[in-house]
């Protein structure tokens, strides 16, 4: 037989060697290393991922916070917890609806703050909101899912400017005071000084176009409308402009001719100022009277309709002297300008202080007032009807004021230099803002 072969081979590496060779070490390694570094980079994902979720819920707190505050400055105070959840879910927010003042869900709200410098302020409003995280790399350490809060608080603050109104119910208890019906309207400021629940009433749709300042409420019905601002109720009394304006003295009777019709034309002046026609003044058919700048003493009767002109326009008072009412309308037009200085100034037609407080002083059927000053009767009924309108800068002041039937009021003229004083009220202007 011949000798056998036997296989062997080379061993590429000694046992020296191989324990020198550190190729494959190098992968275990990194592969460790790189799931502990996964680890830690989606660990660090997460962490940061519950910042983000901190800041989100914080400005779902910040806007929950504005809302109430804000539903509140507007009267609302039984939307605020439906606001604030409304503005937190637009932030994000998706836990329960809003409990107020007893933490019964993850939102609630505090009037006042439970904390914090607003702690007994009425007007601040606190938003306090949680929410769980769920959990993912952090779940090799525990097992209990992190929960984050958020607060803010809210202030409402109120500055007021001074504005101000054409038309003046100076009565203190009345109802409707100042009433408006039947597609009247008043283009400027209201204010009624009455403290009943319709101390300013509009029906049939009446509207009012710059805001209201009334001491009661007021009421509206039948598509009446309410513009602009302020539109304020539970208001401190207008102060009355002209309060210190007095009945002058009497002079002697003048015989001047105060009646007339059919087209004639009436001039009359104001001897030292003042003129009385015990008479009164009846008018009527087209008759034309041309007032010289003074004080106009009219007793026992006002009768000017059927297109009578009135211009008085260098500085006129007339002043209805009597319990009587006057008799103003189809197309009567009144051109008068009050004087801009001395006893009168500002004050275009004026009623007895001890006038019958019953009595209604009616401008009626078209009756046209351009009037710059006050027509001002603060112890009778002032009355617009039948499209009877105003113009330029023309104040209605009286015990009520009343309009109906297309009347409008609109003092659409300014006021500076002509002596008319301001029926001042007070804008509100309301700012939200957060504090904490």
Known sequence: MGARKILSWKLPLSGARLRRDERGVVAIVVALSMTVLIGLVGLGIEV?????????????ADSAAIAAASENAK???????????????????????????AQTS??????????????GDDTAFEVVLTESLSLAFTSVFTDQPPVIGARAVAHAETTETPGTACVLGLDTDDNNSVFLDNNAGIRCGVASNSDSASSLRLDNNAFVENGYTVVGAISLGNNATVDGSPQ????????DPYADVAMPALPSCTDQDGAGKNNVTRNFTAPGGYVRFCDGWSFENNAVLNLAAGVYIIESQLHLKNNVTVNATGGVTIIVKGDYAIDLKNNAVLNITAPTSG????VAIMGDRDGTSSVTQLFDNNAVLHVTGAVYFPNQIVMLENNATTGYC???IGRNVRLSNNAVVDNDEPCDGTGVRPITVGTEEIRIRLVE
Not at 48 to 60: D, I, M, N, S, T
Not at 75 to 101: H, K, L
Not at 107 to 115: A, D, E, R
């Open 48 to 60: 940061a991922g519950w910042y983000v979720a901190k800041r989100k819920l914080q400005a779902a």
């Open 75 to 101: 009267g609302n105070s039984a939307a605020v917890t439906g606001a604030a959840y409304i503005e937190a879910q637009r932030q994000g927010y998706q836990g329960a609806t809003c409990s107020y003042m």
């Open 343 to 346: 006893d009168y100034a500002g």
């Open 106 to 119: 993850d939102c609630t709200v505090y009037s006042p703050p439970t904390s914090g410098g607003y702690t």
């Open 232 to 239: 304020k109720a539970g208001a401190d009394p207008v102060a």
């Open 394 to 396: 023309t104040q209605l």
